[in-house]
């Protein structure tokens, strides 16, 4: 990549004020026959202290909700309540363990078809400032990130993503610099991801504003690594690395280390093997089948993998500068796994993603469960 790149037309800075207005091919997400999910632990239902410096009790879950429409995007305020978006309704529900889910916002302008609708969340750092949310959704002609408070319309960021029924990418989260980043797809088009000019199949380094962040590879470009087919996980550990999960096609599903500039292969790759062609290869990889990882998150040295296809929750351990063995947890035991994040108290929430099309629907699903840790 260049020094210096020209005007990028898909990226689109509004000034303050700008408003919404009013309103397949197979991928790996994929998982025709899921079998009947089993009841829930007895117990749950209470919340138990969580110490922010612990391990989650992945024996311990506690639901939080229950009956949520896919839910996607998780992101914690800073009293601990969480927000959580439901794909195809672009509601925002506010969620507090022993409470009824409280919608707190609807997003304008969502467009839920196949994968697409209100994806990710994100709260910005200076939220107690500012009042600000962040999401990612899927509008009637693209892909968008907008940010608004939880009481007045939302203002465009970026937009021009190209959107597809799959491959929309979609998390968003603020990085340890201040800086938000976003994770998107190729929306069936492999050719994008390997086009320094198109914001698909890449990870994005914004300022909240929704400009390209200073420092990134090339100036004026919010382009920060390229060569992905579709990340919908971001997290860092606490040496400030980026890790992001990324759905394989038809071999297998990866966990990348995130370095600015680098390229990660799609579609000359997938998997291990490119280095020797100057691509990057992924820390971890699993079949598709074991895996299809959406959310990630990371706490107390360990990187944990929401699995959709693969109905279970992935542990990996930070060992030596990089990543152990993973190791298979909750298999078949809540269907198949969309998101995972780390609450303020050190507790692992999680969500259920069997209302998606994809899953066979139980009573009582899509469900928030919680982990408290010790």
Known sequence: MGKARPHIPWFRATVAGLLIAGAMVACAEENPADPSVPPLPTGIGSTSPSSPTGQPDLGAPEQVAENIDVPWGLAFLPDGAALVAERDTGRILRLVPGRAPEQVYRVPGVA?????????????????????VYAYFTAETDNRIVRFRLDGQPEVLVADIAKAGNHNGGRIAFGPDGMLYAGTGDAGQSRRSQDPASPNGKILRLTPEGRPAPGNPDPGSPVYSLGHRNVQGLAWDRAGRLFAAEFGQDRFDEINLIEPGRNYGWPAVEGAGGTDRGYTDPLVTWTTAEASPSGIAITADTLYAAALRGRRLWSVPLADGGLGTPRSE??????RL??????PDGALWLTTSDTDGRGNVDPGEDRVLRFPAR
């Not at 196949?114 to 990710?120: A, P, V």
């Not at 909750?330 to 269907?335: A, H, I, P, V």
């Not at 969309?338 to 609450?343: G, L």
């Open 112 to 132: 839920a078809r196949g994968e697409g609708g209100l994806l990710g969340l994100a709260v910005a750092p200076d939220y107690a400032e500012t009042g600000y």
């Open 338 to 343: 969309r998101t995972v994040a780390v609450a």
């Open 330 to 335: 909750l298999r078949d035991q809540y269907g």
